[in-house]
């Protein structure tokens, strides 16, 4: 891109005046196209994180679950209420998982 802008000024198209323009205008979109794409590219790892972090916690979900239903027939209380503020934190943290992968989407 540049290349062609000095192509541009060196065969006389541009004037004195709009050859730094030119510089500077092509200068400041790569730049902003590079942003850019180091933006995208953070962007699909955090989607990437998110994903497998998602994933994680809800086979963890899974694995409360059934540990809670077991406990809930031997009627072993205090444990049960361990496992369902686990099992609440753990629906809390998916649900901001799943935020913060809409936000990216």
């Given at each position: 891109?540049?290349?062609?802008?000095?192509g541009l000024i060196n065969?006389?198209?541009?004037?004195?005046y709009d050859?730094?323009d030119v510089?500077?205008?092509t200068?400041?979109?790569?730049n902003t196209?590079?942003?850019?794409?180091?933006?995208?590219?953070?962007?699909?790892?955090?989607f990437?994180?998110?994903?497998?972090?998602?994933k994680?916690?809800l086979k963890?979900?899974?694995?409360?679950t059934?540990?809670?239903e077991?406990?809930?027939?031997?009627?072993?209380?205090?444990q049960?209420?361990?496992?369902q503020k686990?099992?609440?934190k753990?629906?809390n943290d998916?649900?901001?998982?799943?935020?913060?992968i809409?936000?990216l989407?």
């Amino acid at each position: 891109m540049v290349e062609k802008c000095q192509g541009l000024i060196n065969i006389g198209l541009l004037s004195s005046y709009d050859k730094n323009d030119v510089l500077t205008s092509t200068s400041i979109f790569i730049n902003t196209s590079n942003k850019t794409k180091e933006i995208v590219k953070q962007a699909d790892n955090l989607f990437e994180l998110y994903n497998n972090n998602l994933k994680s916690n809800l086979k963890m979900l899974d694995f409360l679950t059934s540990i809670e239903e077991t406990l809930t027939l031997t009627l072993n209380t205090d444990q049960l209420l361990e496992v369902q503020k686990m099992k609440v934190k753990l629906q809390n943290d998916i649900i901001e998982l799943t935020d913060k992968i809409n936000r990216l989407g």
